[in-house]
């Protein structure tokens, strides 16, 4: 039997040179095409994480904001009532030390006056006397009858006489009266300056503990940015994978 097969055609140079130039563009293309890949992973979970990180952050300042704006407004409110009762306070207190420095200064006078005043009764004649007892309780002469240095009296004299001495035992409980209500009222003033004191210190430690309560939510803040900072950058690793796997197997298969 005779064979009928066609020979092999030798392939030429220029056909390979060809080959080979259609393979290295079709890998080319698979190259660049895993490199848009992955840069369009990496592009793309940049643009996601920073546009969570955007809203998170808007999110929070805005919160952060009204609530900064209630505080302060509540805090001025309340430094501007305090610093005006402290002025009408500096006011009244000014005039009634004043009140209380005129009639210290009233008192003394009168005391003295007093003082001076017995030292004379005790040298008085029955007659000097008698006129001195009716011009403290405004009685006729009538009434009273001076007879060596006897002093007498009519009755209804009598009576506005016991009834002054009656005001004088008054008059003098008054004093201790109001003498211990000065001590009293002493050591309520004390123990409300005392505690005005203490107030403020729990006002200055109310506004410290503010203070670090805010240092502590920006501190949150920041703790959950780094996690969703991190939780980008395991998105941006696997995109970066899969870009690569995707262009190994295009190339692969091409």
Known sequence: MTDTATPTKPVSEITKISNDITWIKAHILVALLAIALIAGSIIGGVA???SLIEKHDARVAAAQLAKEGVDTATQAA???ELAKEHSDDVARDATQTALITNLIAQ???ERAATAKQVTTDATLNAQAAAARLLEQTHA???ELTVNGDAVTMTLPMTRTVVADM???AQAQSDVTNLTGQLAAQTVLTTDAN???????KVIAADKDELVQAVKADDAACNVRVDAEAAKG???TFWGTIGGVIAGLFLGGKI
Do not use: C, G
């Open 48 to 50: 996601l994480f920073q």
């Open 166 to 168: 009656d005001l004088y």
């Open 194 to 200: 005392t505690e005005l004191a203490t107030a403020n």
């Open 140 to 142: 006729d002469a009538s």
């Open 107 to 109: 008192m003394a006078a």
């Open 233 to 235: 950058r395991k998105r």
């Open 78 to 80: 309340l430094v501007a």
